[in-house]
């Protein structure tokens, strides 16, 4: 179990994370997300001791990080694999983590092998590896002690096809025996497709947190039209909440039917009008953090 309490963490007078409390299950895939800046990378910073909170807190197995006798037994965490020594080889990285986690040597062959990096690679600098062979380190690394929970960042960076279809039955497999895992990833499809739960996250506070079906259940009706703002507006005037998200379309609680009787009244041509359950994981996800999306730039 991975649990975060009224987490707050500020640098001078910026507030990056603000109250933020939720849990992540064993045996279920928690999908972290949120746009850029919005306060991802923060949490998980706190949540594996690189970063100390301003007050709150965030533990494993009811645990601080830095109160763990050997970490990389209980947590596996690759927040980014561009961090990783570019002088030395793949294979000397995971001989330095098992012997610093008193593994035998052989756990480090059985990595390579699970993480499908070929002999030959594992020989080589990191400096010479692609941004997946990176990735796939960072995996390996992280699955080193045979922890039973993963803090992942972007693992899927890099990561061609046929990768990330091995990551996301990787991350499936290692929840359907027990295991925890926390994925934050902007691959809003591959997060969907894997996701149990979801965490949504927009300038530093949660927007939204439950079981994937839950969320897309409860988000109401996305309608698209020529004139987003004239749409919105008529809504409110009819008294109907909305939200004109970063992409141009409307979000709101009210059944299509009414959304489409306002809009004709109204006089507004709908390009598109369905129940958001169908529009999926991207739709929600803009919808909920429309305030903080910069046109222009992928969330």
């Known amino acids: 179990m991975i649990t975060v309490e009224s987490l707050t963490r500020r640098y001078a007078g910026f507030t990056a994370v603000e109250d933020v409390s939720f849990t992540a299950k064993p045996g279920r895939v928690t999908g972290f997300l949120g746009p850029n800046g919005a306060g991802k990378s923060t949490t998980m910073r706190v949540m594996v001791g690189l970063t100390a909170p301003t007050s709150g807190s965030a533990t494993i197995n009811g645990e601080r ?16 694999a561009s ?3 570019a002088g030395r080889t793949g294979r000397e990285i995971l001989v330095i983590a098992s012997d610093t986690m008193g593994l035998p040597r052989s756990r480090v062959d059985e990595m390579i092998e699970l993480v499908s990096l070929t002999p030959t690679e594992a020989k080589r600098r990191v400096r010479d590896y692609s941004l997946g062979m990176r990735q796939r380190l960072g995996i390996a690394t992280a699955l080193l002690g ?10 899927a960076n890099g990561l061609d096809p046929a990768g990330i279809r091995w990551m996301r039955d990787l991350l499936t497999g290692f929840a359907s025996q027990g295991g925890t895992v926390l994925l934050s990833s902007h691959l809003l499809h591959e997060v ?14 949660i927007v939204a947190a439950g079981t994937k079906e839950e969320l897309l259940a409860a988000a109401g009706t996305l309608a698209r039209s ?15 909440p909305s939200t004109l998200a970063g992409d141009g379309s409307v979000r709101t609680d009210a059944d299509a039917t009414r959304v489409g009787a306002v809009a004709l009244t109204a006089g507004i041509a709908l390009t598109e009008l369905r129940s958001a359950e169908r529009a999926g994981l991207e739709d929600m996800f803009l919808s909920l953090t429309a305030d903080t999306q910069r046109e222009g730039v992928a969330a």
Do not use: M
């Open 192 to 205: 969907e497709v894997i996701a149990d739960d979801l965490i949504v996250i927009g300038n530093g506070k």
């Open 83 to 85: 961090a990783q020594h």
């Open 146 to 155: 045979g922890p039973n929970a993963l803090i992942l960042d972007e693992p």
């Open 226 to 240: 020529t004139s987003p703002r004239d749409l919105a507006h008529a809504l409110e005037q009819a008294g109907i």
């Open 65 to 80: 990080f830095a109160d763990l006798p050997n970490p990389g037994l209980e947590v596996g965490v690759l927040l980014d």
